[in-house]
């Protein structure tokens, strides 16, 4: 949950609270500290890679390169959380070297829509 409007919307909100699900507040676009954003770039590499061509071939493959990520890669997600961490906080909570290599990956839409914020 990191305030993204697809996050915060009212039918998300509606089914967080009828499923009395607690969130912690989390700064607003922040990939540094989420980890799992790290996995988001990692599939979408592999899913673009095999070039899908249609909704069905994308959900598919989506479904496909998810299960090929060897579990042990999330534990190496969150060990790495400290030093994404200490780095916001050098930073001030301004983008880090993390998040520019994020945007290096992600297509030039993402990224920039990400600054507008």
Request: proline content about 5%; glycine content about 4%; overall charge positive.
């Amino acid at each position: 949950m990191d305030n993204d409007p697809k996050h915060t919307s009212k039918v998300v909100a509606k089914w967080l609270k009828d499923n009395k699900v607690k969130v912690l507040e989390w700064p607003s676009q922040s990939p540094d500290l989420n980890p799992f954003e790290h996995f988001w770039v990692e599939l979408k590499k592999r899913v673009r890679a095999r070039r899908p061509t249609n909704l069905t071939q994308l959900h598919q493959l989506c479904q496909e390169e998810w299960a090929r990520i060897h579990p042990t890669y999330y534990g190496k997600l969150v060990e790495g959380y400290l030093k994404h961490l200490t780095q916001v906080k050098q930073f001030k909570g301004n983008d880090t070297k993390y998040y520019l290599s994020i945007c290096q990956l992600l297509t030039h839409w993402e990224c920039g829509e990400r600054n507008k914020s």
